[in-house]
């Protein structure tokens, strides 16, 4: 390990991926500490990038993600990516299903890795790459594209360089955003950012449609039940169209046209007299957590449900 770090370092390496492929998990607790330690002692400033918990996921031990993030800058947590909507899918599911113990080890400096970024190879259409760069940016995932840039439609490359999503992956904060309702195809994803004030976060907030029945989904939704209390409002934007969508009180209901295995991000800023970028706040999601949306249909949701005057999100489709 020592002569390949110092070699790496020789070479002017700038990210290190190191894989498991025919190792123990079970050694993995003390190998992939061992490598970083030694690319330390180069003095050259690499990023880490590990799946020590992915082997261990798989062979059915329960990683050490406090120990994990001590030691690698990102880490892959699940399967390789395929290039499909399938195996996007499968993905989301799983940062979806898990994210209560994935969310508290994300932070500057060491996140989850839910793998590269397909969009402009050939598995995907325009809205389900859409649909990826948007939920990788409520993620705080790393960026990591695998297209030939030589040939990218310009459609696609135009997802890849949007200034509004990279802005809500690389916000200071770094929290990691969560799903917050799922639900008859229909979910939404959530995510604190910048800016801040008090101790009221703005929102980037995701409108994921995963039917396929050929039409758009309309979703309608109280912006207080999706946790924005913020009596002065929020000024809402959609980042894919860059459109000032007006500000919003936490009665008024937004509406959103979602297509078909599409999504529908906007940014919800949070508005005050004073506004705050704090330096890496991070929320702590509890029940008295404002981020939290009380929807009944939501799965693997460990707040207690509010009950009093609540209303579903509207759907319908024409």
Known sequence: MDIDSQTFASWNVDYLKLDGCYSDPRDMDKGYPQMGLYMNKTGRPMIYSCSWPAYQVFSGMAPDYSTIAKHCNLWRNYNDIDDSWESVETIIDYYGDNQDALIPNAGPGHWNDPDMLIIGNFGLSYEQSKSQMAIWSILAAPLLMSVDLRKIKPDYRDIL???????????????????????????????????????????????????????????????????LINT???????????????????????????????????????????????????????????????????????????????????????
Request: glycine share 6%.
């Open 161 to 227: 360089i949007n200034r509004n999503l990279i802005a809500i992956n690389q916000d200071p904060l770094g929290i990691q955003g969560r799903r917050i309702y799922k639900n008859k195809g229909i979910e939404i994803w959530a995510r604190p950012v910048t800016p801040v004030s008090g101790e009221v976060y703005s929102y980037a907030i995701a409108f994921l449609n995963r039917r396929t029945d050929g039409t758009p989904s309309e979703v309608s939704v109280v912006l207080q039940e999706l946790g």
């Open 232 to 318: 002065l409002g929020y000024k809402v934007v959609d980042l894919f169209e860059n459109k000032d969508l007006g500000v919003y009180t936490p009665k008024d209901v937004l509406h959103v046209s979602i297509n078909p295995t599409g999504v529908v991000i906007v940014k919800a800023e949070v508005i005050a007299s004073i506004q705050r970028t704090p330096n890496f706040i991070r929320p702590v999601f509890t029940e008295n957590e404002n981020f939290h949306v009380p929807l009944h249909n939501s799965p693997n949701f460990n707040v207690p449900f509010v009950q009093n005057n609540f209303q579903q999100p509207n759907f319908r489709r024409d």
